[in-house]
């Protein structure tokens, strides 16, 4: 079945820039979205078709792609980031939705 | 307000039978697509099910296909997800979604707590 590879965990300070990667054979055919979910609660999206920013949601967080990986960046990064990032996509034939496993972002 | 409420969780046994519902309302729920998602305790966002605006195409992931069905009625603005033959395994929150693009999930609701234990 297909997969997206995230990291784990990624650490940064506060002020510093994050950046999240997303792994997949079907990236550069289908788009990628993230979400953030913080402890208890639902999860939110934060970048839909690779780049695209949902309104109300802060311009610090922006997304890239390129080739077989898609990065979601957060600028200047706040205390209230800190959270775990889903990346998801769609198998190669856009039929089934596939998440990734998660990042658990730690704002030092 | 956009906003989706799921319902129907609790304990079951193994085995056992349990049906969710997903009620929609601020916006024209028969015009969208829906998912249902779940997240085991600790762990990652899994999809489990898709469903398109009028219920005629459905989809299921391999690992509740031909246990769980997914139906919506739209004169009730309702989606719903009977999940039959419970397994430990199966035990999560479970979050109804409205689709975008037929792909991406841009409303959640809070999600309900299904216990699948002896």
Known sequence: SYELTQPPSVSVSPGQTARIT??????????????QQKPGQAPVLVIYKDSERPSGIPERFSGSSS?????LT??????EDEADYYCQSADSSGTFVVFGGGTKLTVL | EVQLVESGGGLVQPGGSLR???AASGFTFSSYEMNWVRQAPGKGLEWVSYISSSGSTIYYADSVKGRFTISRDNAKNSLYLQMNSLR???TAVYYCA????????DVWGKGTTVTVSS
Do not use: F, H, N
């Open chain 1, 22 to 35: 997303c792994s997949g054979d079907a990236l550069p055919k289908q788009y990628a979205y993230w979400y």
């Open chain 1, 67 to 71: 080739g077989t990986t898609v990065t």
């Open chain 1, 74 to 79: 957060i600028s200047g990064v706040q205390a």
């Open chain 2, 20 to 22: 969710l519902s997903c």
């Open chain 2, 88 to 90: 430990a395994e199966d």
């Open chain 2, 98 to 105: 409205r689709v975008d693009s037929r792909v991406y999930m």
